[in-house]
């Protein structure tokens, strides 16, 4: 790249003003190119992202280390059937719900588990590949029969009434087209935000960290797309896609298309920007162009988002399309406060 093009990409982080939207009762908060918070501080995608910092709240806001909270939060999101990332999550196309999961703290520990079916709590068992085997990740039949060694409880195989209901009616056109924003498009009742047709909530939740220590962590826990083919892994348990911390910079995390994350080392991408200079939103934005400029009309029909905290507390994001949201949780916005990503398009 010549001086002239490098000098030119950080300017496009600049701020823009963009306004307040607000979506239903979903209040999201505009956002200068970063936002500077106190710490500890637990930042989680999209406005479901409450319910995990609730998880991880507790735990940082009594000096307790990262990595513990991100996986509060990853549990608390799992238990919640709105969030929809768990078990009560829509199933592959054959009816199957299988979650994938990681964790990572910023000295590269980290665990993952994919293609894991009828385990409650794919984050915790992604804690355990990092803390108990000397691998990295574990897929399918060997991760379920390693949680059940690790004392996970086999779960029934069965879908929640909402997610067989929508599975039916998806079976009626079995056309797989992953639809832009549903993470923030259907909220249930028991959600604190909700959108205009009532609906709820979500299938992903990433959540990043920092504790009063300074020390970082990440979790990501998902079911993947819906209606996925059986078998199908997204970016939610590779590490330096789905998500990346490192103590020296930030850490990172996606939440949509996960074949686009792949393509690009996402999270790792965004990390290495903030690594010689970028502000979070500027190396989310980084991020973004890579995946659009791949393929431009095509982007124009996904969604991708990236979440970035550095280890001095700047909060940034960056979508390709608008409706992505974070939230936001430490001792100014202790319920936690939404804020909208600024986008591509
Ligand atoms: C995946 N990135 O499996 C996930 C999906 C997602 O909100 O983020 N949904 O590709």
Same mark, same amino acid.
């Given at each position: ?43 989680? #995608?999209? /406005? $479901?992202? =409450?319910?995990?910092? @609730? %998880?991880?709240?507790?735990?940082? +806001? ?35 719900? #299988?979650? /994938? $999961?990681? =964790?990572?703290?910023? @000295? %590269?520990?980290?665990?993952?588990? +994919? ?231």
């Amino acid at each position: 790249m010549d001086r002239r093009k490098f000098l030119e990409i950080p300017l496009l982080g600049l701020p823009l003003l963009v306004a307040e939207r607000t979506f239903g009762q979903a209040k999201r908060n505009p956002i200068g190119s970063s936002l500077k918070v106190k710490m500890p501080v637990v930042v989680s #995608t999209w /406005d $479901s992202g =409450i319910t995990a910092n @609730n %998880g991880a709240w507790p735990i940082l +806001s009594k000096r307790g280390g990262a990595l513990d909270a991100v996986e509060a939060a990853g549990r608390a999101s799992e238990d919640e059937p709105s969030c929809c990332v768990g078990l009560a999550a829509y199933p592959d196309r054959d009816g199957n719900v #299988t979650l /994938d $999961s990681c =964790i990572m703290n910023g @000295n %590269g520990d980290c665990g993952g588990v +994919s293609f894991l079916e009828r385990i409650k709590h794919p984050v915790s068992v992604a804690r355990k590949v990092m803390e108990n085997t000397p691998h990295v990740l574990l897929s399918g039949k060997g991760a379920q029969e390693f949680a059940v060694a690790q004392g996970f409880t086999l779960e029934p195989a069965v879908l929640s009434a909402d997610a067989e209901k929508e599975w039916k009616k998806w079976l009626e056109k079995s056309k797989y087209k992953p639809e832009i924003n549903i993470e923030n498009k259907k909220v249930s009742q028991a959600a604190p935000y909700f959108f205009d047709d009532g609906s709820a909530n979500h299938d992903t939740m990433g959540t990043i960290a920092m504790d009063v220590d300074g020390k970082l962590a990440g979790m990501v826990t998902t079911s993947g797309m819906a209606f996925k083919m059986r078998g199908r892994v997204g970016d939610s348990p590779i590490i330096g896609a789905g998500l990346f911390v490192d103590n020296e910079v930030g850490a990172a995390t996606s939440s949509g298309v996960g074949e686009e994350v792949i393509r690009i080392c996402g999270t790792h991408t965004v990390i290495e920007q903030m690594r010689f200079g970028r502000t979070p939103e500027q190396a989310c934005r980084e991020a973004v162009r890579r995946v659009v400029k791949r393929d431009p009309t095509k982007a124009k029909q996904l969604q991708v988002g990236f979440l970035a905290l550095s280890k001095t507390g700047e909060i940034g994001a960056f979508a390709i399309q608008k409706g992505f949201s974070y939230s936001v949780t430490n001792s100014q916005y202790p319920k936690g406060k939404v804020f909208a990503a600024r986008s591509w398009f």
